[in-house]
């Protein structure tokens, strides 16, 4: 998290609507979508063999810092420094909508009881969703019940599941993670980084 808010403070320099870092064993992947641009700019960066990605991360994040500060320094303008930075990238190799945060819902305390009744979080959020709950607890308590030849216990479980379920409904609660999927986010809106969902 440290050298993420070096890099936060590099992407604040760049004007960064959205950003996002990423890394493998050999490369690390920061990508910049500035305001009022269209285009993604990517900066690969070799790994250090030995080093953990934090520690690249600060290397990388000295390394251009440095350049930056020199180019400001030469032509005293921001504006000019952050295109001079943004030149060095590699233009093109990702879109916008890969870089842009996307939601992710999901239920907060009800995501096994979903699973043992056979149902998705889609299935729970719009209306008639008591509806599928009963629908999909019938079915899974046809094969469950020990009268017609299935697991008590296993009945048991489809029981409490439908029960958590039908009294989460009175209150559904829901939890909205934005991010990118497997890569750090940063937000210019709110200047966090996000982690990857």
């Avoid at 909508?97 to 907060?108: D, F, H, K, L, Q």
């Avoid at 008639?128 to 008590?152: C, F, N, Q």
Wanted: with cysteine.
């Amino acid at each position: 998290m440290f050298s993420l808010r070096w890099l936060k403070n590099l992407l604040l320099a760049l004007h960064t609507n959205y950003g996002t870092f990423s890394f493998s064993e050999y490369l690390l992947i920061i990508n910049i979508l500035p305001y009022r641009s269209h285009e993604v700019f990517s900066f690969f960066y070799k790994r250090t063999p030995g080093q953990t990605p934090a520690e690249d991360l600060k290397a990388m994040c000295i390394e251009l810092s440095r350049e930056w500060y020199n180019k400001n320094k030469e032509s005293r303008c921001r504006s000019l420094t952050a295109i001079h930075i943004l030149n060095k990238a590699q233009k093109g190799t990702i879109t916008r909508n890969m870089v842009e945060p996307v939601a992710r819902i999901s239920g907060a305390t009800v995501l096994k009881q979903l699973k043992t009744l056979n149902l998705s979080l889609d299935d729970v959020r719009p209306n008639g969703s008591k509806d599928k709950i009963k629908a999909a607890y019938r079915k899974e308590a046809l094969k469950t019940h020990p009268d017609v030849g299935g697991d008590g216990e296993q009945f048991k479980i489809v029981v409490e599941a439908y029960q958590e379920l039908i009294e989460w409904l009175k209150h559904p609660h829901f939890i909205i993670s934005r991010g990118v999927p497997g890569k750090w986010s940063y937000d210019g809106g709110s200047f966090k980084w996000r982690a990857p969902l």
